[in-house]
């Protein structure tokens, strides 16, 4: 068996190796072949370019022209896993790698004159079914999962610059994301987009929630809570949520599921309310029930384990040990963390492949997908294990996410 330790310092040492720069599963619209042509304009062209990406068990990129590049999403995860690796240890240098890392995403802000508030995307553009996001466009993930990175460091350290842009971020969400459309509330995955989507809008709702409370702001949190109230009031009577509104989103899969009771713990331990509890309640239940095999295999979909995602199973980790906490979840989450090191772990490269279905293996190193992801929850679970089995949310409920 290899140790977790162990295994968490080799993973680090890879992505210390480019820089925490890499290739990402949606960045083939970054090929310099395509942007040279005029096919870019295309949005069939760019939506089966992307997918053809996306879907290849062969790295097309290099031949593609696509560059590495860093992710501001990937290094807000890189963040929160170093100061994981902080808490427990206390080396830090940890910190000081983390303190890089976050200057480098103060300088990848999102344009300041069109949004006024701190906010981030991608580093590519990105083409799906429902809308064209350009390369920088602030998107409501990227933002929330940077600014708690921030706002953790800046704690930490004493840097209340870094603590004023995180919250920050939350004006961004609400004056540019917050939408009424079709009877909802909620806030919508990027600015000027009517599509509906629990885990974007409930995030934003966490991060709100939080932020809200910590600068003063009431009608920030009243707003938050009532956007999250949105996703709660279109939870399936068995506990479930479909990824969106839209036809092309009734699925239900696992780590968005995860993310949807995370966010709900965050917003209900920052405004300390009760409200939301049955439906965690309900969630969790539906989630361990629907999204583990008996061996620990972390099912994508509810009624398919296929694709095996690296994603699935760091979502598990933190979902286990923040929304459950109890014995039995800890118990599971050992077995998710050991199977999921059988399955996805390559021990000649020290880095997770990203997927595998019922036929083929896709080992394309991702960063921000598969490696962020592997690290930043190997991290978390490392310190709560050497907590004595105590859950590190102790602490971490203070964004309920470290």
């Known amino acids: 068996m290899i140790h977790t330790l162990a295994l968490n310092d080799r993973l680090l040492s890879a992505v210390r190796a480019d820089s925490f720069a890499g290739y990402d599963p949606f960045d083939s619209l970054n090929s310099r072949m395509l942007q040279a042509t005029p096919f870019k304009r295309s949005e069939f062209v760019r939506l089966a370019w992307l997918q053809l990406g996306k879907r290849s068990p062969i790295n097309l990129r290099p031949l593609l022209g696509v560059p590495k590049k860093r992710n501001p999403k990937g290094v807000g995860l890189f963040i929160a896993g170093l100061l994981q690796d902080y808490h427990r240890t206390g080396d830090t240098r940890y910190l000081g790698e983390a303190r890089e890392l976050a200057d480098w995403l103060l300088t990848q802000r999102s344009d300041p004159d069109e949004w006024q508030h701190s906010c981030w995307g991608y580093h590519f553009d990105w083409q799906a079914r429902a809308f064209y996001v350009p390369a920088g466009k602030p998107n409501i993930i990227t933002t929330v999962y940077v600014a708690r990175a921030l706002f953790e460091l800046g704690e930490l350290i004493g840097d209340s610059r870094l603590v004023d842009v995180a919250l920050d971020a939350a004006r961004f969400i609400s004056c540019h994301l917050f939408t009424q459309v079709d009877g909802r509330s909620f806030y919508a995955y990027i600015p000027g987009e009517t599509a509906f989507v629990h885990n974007a809008s409930l995030w934003g709702a966490a991060w709100c929630g939080f932020a809200g409370v910590r600068l003063g702001d009431q009608a920030l949190v009243e707003q938050a809570l009532s956007v999250a109230q949105q996703s709660v009031n279109e939870q399936r009577e068995d506990g479930a949520w479909v990824y969106g509104a839209r036809h092309h989103h009734q699925f239900i899969d696992g780590f968005h599921t995860g993310y949807n009771l995370e966010a709900l713990c965050m917003l209900r331990d920052a405004t300390q309310t009760d409200r939301f509890d ?125």
């Not at 629907?290 to 979902?319: C, L, W």
């Not at 459950?324 to 996805?344: T, Y």
């Not at 394309?364 to 991290?379: C, D, E």
């Not at 709560?384 to 590190?392: E, F, L, R």
Request: hydrophobic letters at 35%; aromatic letters at 16%; glycine letters at 6%.
């Open 278 to 402: 049955n439906a965690i309640q309900r969630g969790y239940r539906y989630y361990v029930d629907n999204f583990f095999e008996s061996d620990g295999t972390a099912k994508y979909y509810n009624t398919n384990r296929y694709p095996i995602d690296m994603h699935s199973f760091a979502q598990a980790v933190f979902t286990l040990l923040k929304v459950g906490g109890g014995v039995a979840d800890r118990q599971l989450c050992d077995k998710v963390v050991q199977r999921a090191i059988e399955l996805m772990y390559q021990p000649k490269k020290g880095q997770f492949i990203y997927q595998k279905t019922r036929w083929v293996t896709n080992r394309i190193n991702y960063t921000r997908w598969t490696q962020a992801w592997a690290y930043y929850a190997l991290a978390f679970y490392n310190r709560h294990t050497a907590d004595g089995n105590k859950s590190a949310s102790t602490t971490a409920n203070k964004v309920c996410a470290e």
